[in-house]
């Protein structure tokens, strides 16, 4: 009997020792899949946000008659680059693991590209005249508060659609580009948004936004009514 159980122990010994020994392998094996294929999406964000780049530069040299057109269309160019980057990030994020190098590296870009979209959308109201609001939205991915900001800023886009642009900045990346914009509009605290130059630094509510970016447009778009 003594020997029936020292049996049953040394068995179970094994089977637990197995069982660690294959989910350290899983877990290398997965981590790394995981670097490489932000390895790869980094050097595909590489060769599309030196795209974007090149086009915020052309865009310089572009004489003003003829610059609106070429605006419209970097916009555009934009957006198609922007928008699915964003998705793969955050796909990335829900899984793997933020503190990663190549992921840290992927995500300043991003946030540089996505800045640059920003300023050809400025450039683009001032010359063109385009009936747009925008918010940069200041955020942390450990602020609680900041999940419930961005879901109403997501409801308030697909209700406003192409006139409502909407910049995230995620604070916990590192990036000196952010520490300038985070200085220039006093962002001390997350969420904070700021609508067309001015800052408010708290959580706000569909309606305190729409209160604040309604005045901004000229036409009279469904989600405005009774706040012009």
């Known amino acids: 009997m003594r020997k029936l159980r020292t049996g049953r122990y040394v068995a179970a010994f094994v089977i637990t020792l197995l069982i660690f020994v294959l989910g350290f392998i899983l877990g290398a094996a997965t981590s ?6 932000i ?11 030196g795209s974007l780049q090149f086009q915020f530069s052309y865009l310089e040299s572009v004489p003003q008659e ?8 970097t916009l555009e160019s934009n957006l198609k680059t922007l928008g699915p980057s964003l998705k793969k990030i955050e796909g990335y994020e ?12 992927l995500k300043r870009k991003y946030t540089i ?5 920003w300023l050809l959308a400025e450039k683009s109201k001032k010359l063109c005249g385009t009936d747009e609001a925008s918010i940069l939205y200041f ?3 450990d602020c609680e508060k900041c999940k419930d ?13 192409d006139s409502l642009l909407i910049f995230p900045i995620d604070a916990s ?4 580009v952010t520490d300038i914009l985070r200085a220039q509009y006093k962002i001390y605290g997350f969420p904070s948004l700021v609508i067309e130059g001015t800052t408010y630094s708290s959580y706000m509510s569909m309606q305190q936004i729409l209160a604040e970016i309604c005045p901004l447009y000229s036409s009279d778009y469904e989600p405005c009514k009774g706040y012009k």
Do not use: H, M, W
Request: with cysteine.
């Open 32 to 37: 790394e899949k995981k670097i490489l294929e």
């Open 66 to 73: 003829g610059s609106c057109v070429v605006l419209s269309r």
């Open 173 to 176: 990346i590192e990036e000196p």
């Open 94 to 105: 829900a899984t793997g693991d933020v503190t990663n190098a190549n992921y840290i590296i």
């Open 39 to 49: 390895e790869q999406l980094s050097r595909q964000q590489e060769a599309d946000f």
């Open 149 to 161: 900001q961005g879901y109403i800023l997501e409801q308030l886009k697909r209700r406003l659609g």
């Open 139 to 141: 955020f942390e991915r």
């Open 113 to 117: 590209a996505n800045l640059r979209y």
